[in-house]
């Protein structure tokens, strides 16, 4: 009884690290205001978008990009047909943008794809001010490029991130929980790590970064988080990636368990493999230099996805409640109370709509599929490849 109790308080010791740190980022995104030039200079943007296989959906993605509210000579899109067996580069093609068809079935990926047009196209994009990054399944709002450009303009952003959504939260109890978690961290955590550590971390999808920036680094990342690992690559180099919430990207989220449980292993594998990677770098940092970004910046790699970090929330509460008594059972308590009050900022913060509130309730059904996620992730052999995913558009037709 007596190591039990000592696995139940060492585990509630441990979990308020986390807890902690997500009290500490909900103060901060309120406290968040975005940084933008007191005055936009319409730069010339590079619009990237590397696709796989996209020929269903390139098109509306395209298309939303043309009818951005911008000026039409003062952008390009450039779309990277990337080892490509339908007919993306075609559709792309006809629809107006400037396509470059890679095949090198030894280098698949994203960051690989990216790194390929960075550095040996640099004569069809040195004329750019700025290159944004989009996925190539997106609809970006028609503030979106003039956004970029406005926080861009300021001399003193070379990274910026934009609010990535969800374009379906009514689509199922999925996607609007996915609009949920949005909300939370691609919001509130971007908002409140900009307060705490002075940098939010890359999303893959809505960055932003001026065109030197990428002469000079190209896309040196090719793990499956390569947009997290480029954040981490830039703050070791004193660059720092800003936010702005009012420039937002749409995203299609999946509802079949099939295509979210794939999507779900990829993201979050990758992920717990960068922080086996990062932690001892990030340390390092934070010893020599005495600068308290970089812990907040391991705070924030290291804290575990939502849904894992209720289980264990889950786990320690019910071993306090069963073994110990007093200040421990308060600590149990407030862990609870801060999560509530996460998760609740994030959509009071981004004004979710009442669906999205509505889904909430199925959030424990949400938290039951994640547990064999998560098992087969640590059962299975981790997978680098490229796996696209069918989107909700497809599986209609």
């Known amino acids: 009884m007596i190591i039990l109790e000592v696995i139940v308080k060492s585990m509630l010791v441990m979990l308020a690290l986390p807890a902690g740190y997500l009290l500490l980022c909900t103060i901060g ?17 590079g619009v990237l978008i590397s696709a796989h296989n996209e020929e269903e959906g390139i098109v509306h993605t395209l298309e939303g990009v043309f009818a951005c509210d911008y000026p039409a000579n003062s952008y390009k899109i450039y779309v990277i047909a990337d080892n490509c067996t339908d007919k993306t580069a075609e559709k792309a093609r006809q629809a107006g943008a400037l396509v470059f068809e890679r095949f090198d079935s030894d280098n698949r990926g994203k960051g690989q794809a990216l790194d390929w ?45 934009a609010f990535n959504s969800v374009s379906n939260p009514n689509a199922g109890w999925r996607p609007a929980l996915s609009d949920a978690a949005f909300n939370i961290f691609c919001h509130l955590r971007m908002a409140g ?59 299609e989220m999946v509802t079949s368990s099939k295509s979210a449980t794939s999507q779900r292993n990829r993201w979050e594998g990758g992920r717990f493999m960068l922080v086996r990677k990062m932690t001892l770098p990030l340390l390092k940092l934070f010893t020599t230099s005495g600068q308290t970004r970089y812990l907040y910046a391991l705070a924030e790699l290291a804290t575990p ?62 938290i039951l599929w994640k547990i064999p996620v998560y098992a087969g992730m640590m059962l299975k052999k981790k997978s680098t490849l490229w796996v696209r995913t069918t989107r909700e558009s497809e599986k209609k037709q």
């Open 29 to 45: 995104a309120y406290l968040f205001r975005k940084e933008i030039a007191t005055k936009n200079k319409f730069l010339n943007i």
């Open 117 to 161: 047009f960075l550095k040996n196209h640099l004569e069809i994009y040195r004329h750019t001010d700025i290159i944004t990054i989009i996925d190539a399944d997106v609809s970006p709002d028609k503030s979106y490029l003039c956004e970029i450009s406005a926080s861009l303009s300021d001399p003193n952003i070379q990274a910026v991130q």
């Open 193 to 251: 790590s900009i307060k705490l550590s002075g940098t939010a971390v890359l999303k893959g999808n809505g960055m932003a970064f001026k065109t030197e920036l990428l002469k000079r680094y190209g896309w040196p990342c090719h793990s499956m988080v390569e947009d997290m690992e480029f954040t981490l690559r830039l703050l070791e180099d004193g660059i720092s990636v800003n936010y702005n919430p009012d420039a937002v990207i749409r995203s």
């Open 305 to 366: 996805p939502l849904s894992l970090l209720v289980m264990l929330f889950s786990l320690a509460t019910a071993g306090a409640l069963m073994l110990l008594k007093g200040a421990w059972l308060i600590l149990a308590a407030s862990f609870w109370l801060i999560l509530v009050f996460y998760v609740i900022s994030g959509q009071i913060q981004r004004r979710a709509s009442l669906s999205t509130w509505l889904y909430l309730a199925a959030a424990p059904l949400y």
